[in-house]
């Protein structure tokens, strides 16, 4: 039996297709290497101890250049305290602790902290930087 040109060349072209078809799907079946995971080098966060200690305010872009410190025993109540209690406060002057006693004296006392933006010269920017540090309380 003869074959052609043609019939040998579809022959031969089928083999090689059938060679690399079984090769491709045997690929790698015999050599599969398994996943390795490392577990020696474990990341560790710091601890947020040193975070934990710091207040909003510590960070120096929060307060104002030539702002005063805050006051260093607590929240001041802005219903009771003196100018010099005041003053204390970041952003707080002479003019404005005794702008607040005025406001206090004429409209009564403060009853949220927030209502400090009705004293003249204290806006949504300096109550931001006092929040922190005042509380009303009668």
């Known amino acids: 039996m003869k074959i052609s040109r043609l019939e040998f060349l579809t022959l031969l072209l089928a083999v090689a297709f059938g060679a690399f078809a079984a090769g491709w799907f045997l690929r790698g079946t015999a050599s599969t290497q398994p996943v390795r995971v490392e577990t020696q080098n474990v990341l560790s966060l710091p601890t947020p101890a040193a975070v934990a200690t ?60 927030e209502d400090l933006t009705r004293v003249p010269g204290i806006g949504e920017g300096i109550l931001e930087g006092l929040i922190d540090y005042v509380t009303v309380s009668s």
Request: net charge negative; proline share 13%; hydrophobic share 35%.
């Open 54 to 113: 710091m207040e909003p305010s510590a960070v120096p872009s929060a307060t104002p250049a030539g702002a005063k410190p805050a006051p260093s025993s607590g929240k001041v109540n802005l219903n009771t305290a003196t100018a010099e209690e005041l003053m204390t406060l970041p952003g707080i002057g002479e003019k404005r602790a005794s702008d607040i006693i005025a406001d206090r004296e004429a409209n009564g006392p403060f009853r949220i902290p």
